[in-house]
C-alpha cells in the first residue's frame, strides 16, 4: 500500500536521493556533477519495474530501495 501511495506520501530532502526520467536523457553526467552532496558511499539503481514482484511501480517502487538502504546502513554500517 505504501508503495502504491509513494509519490504522494513522498518529501523532497528527507532522503538523499536522485531520480531520473527519459527526459533527462543527456543531461544525467550534469545532474550527477552538480548534486549537492560532496561524498557518495552507497548507490542503489532501479528501473522501478517488477520491484519486490509486486509489478512496475515507476518512481512509487523508490520506497523499496531507500528501505534497503536502511538496511544497508543499520547491517553494514555504513554512514547515512
Given amino acids: ?6 509519490g504522494r506520501l513522498w518529501v ?3 532522503h538523499k536521493e536522485m531520480y531520473f526520467s527519459m527526459k533527462d536523457k543527456g543531461e544525467m553526467a550534469a545532474m550527477v556533477y552538480n548534486y549537492p552532496v560532496a561524498e557518495v558511499d552507497l548507490i542503489v539503481v532501479t528501473d522501478g ?3 519486490l514482484g509486486l509489478g512496475d511501480l ?5 520506497g523499496i530501495c531507500i528501505g534497503k538502504m536502511d538496511l544497508y546502513i543499520a547491517g553494514a554500517g555504513f554512514y547515512p
Fill in 1 to 6: 500500500d505504501i508503495c502504491l501511495n509513494w
Fill in 49 to 51: 519495474s517488477r520491484v
Fill in 12 to 14: 523532497a530532502g528527507r
Fill in 58 to 62: 515507476g518512481v512509487n517502487g523508490a
